[in-house]
């Protein structure tokens, strides 16, 4: 089973700055079967990413994903107050596994 | 619009049994991969189960297998988890998901709003 850890546990910043979130997988995984979720307290996930770097629908353009092998990233260009939640990367590899999630928090 | 609408959760005793159900509208419920997530209170995602169109081919967690049973009415655009032999690390909000509808996109597109299942020991 593909292992994700996503890093760091907790990102403390600001309205308008730059966030910088990462996945690293325990082996390659095929960059289509990659990708990323916002979850808010008290809400289901939501698809924010598919194939590594493709935006779901609906999903604004601060948000991109990059990253290939066993290294992706999701960065939010300039956060917006809505933006403040947990971010959780997904791989297909037999199986479906989550990383442990990422929680961006207001500084 | 997709809606994928949970019920069932319950608080049942440890070695009980449970069975959740997912109404799935706003698409072709019958041609769609769909799946079974679960969080632990506090916790991170965990995939569970996925069933393939037509229901005769699923997946499980190694976690859940031979324990639970996902499967399928397309009549009722509805599916089901049959939960057995509960146990405490079961407890979880059990969330219902449509997977991408693109070939090979594995992954999970719309949510429901998720249902809890609390086990007593």
């Known amino acids: 089973e593909i292992v994700l850890t996503q890093s760091p546990g907790t990102l403390s910043l600001s309205p308008g700055e730059r966030a910088t979130l990462s996945c690293r997988a325990s082996q390659s995984v095929t960059s289509i079967y990659l990708g990323w979720y916002q979850q808010k307290p008290g809400q289901a996930p939501r698809l924010l990413i598919y194939?590594?770097?493709n935006r779901a629908s609906g999903i604004p353009d601060r948000f991109s994903g990059s990253g290939s092998g066993t290294d992706f990233t999701l960065t939010i260009s300039r956060l917006e107050p809505e933006d403040f939640a947990v971010y959780y990367c997904q791989q297909y590899n037999s199986s479906w596994t989550f990383g442990q999630g990422t929680k961006v928090e207001i500084k | 619009e997709v809606q994928l609408v949970e019920s069932g959760g319950d608080l049942v005793q440890s070695g009980g049994s449970l069975r959740l159900s997912c109404a799935a509208s706003g698409f072709t419920f019958s041609t769609q991969w769909m799946h079974w997530v679960r969080q632990a209170p506090g916790k991170g995602l965990v995939w569970v189960s996925r069933?393939?169109?037509?229901?005769?081919?699923?997946w499980y967690a190694d976690s859940v297998k031979g324990r639970f049973t996902i499967s399928r009415d397309d009549a009722k655009n509805t599916f089901y988890l049959q939960m057995n032999s509960l146990r405490h690390e079961d407890t979880a909000v059990y969330y219902c998901?449509?997977?991408?509808?693109?070939?090979?996109?594995?992954?999970?597109?719309?949510w429901g709003q998720g249902t809890l299942v609390t086990i007593s020991s």
């Open positions: 194939g590594a770097s």
């Open positions: 998901a449509k997977e991408h509808p693109t070939p090979k996109i594995r992954v999970l597109e719309n």
């Open positions: 069933i393939a169109p037509g229901g005769t081919t699923t």
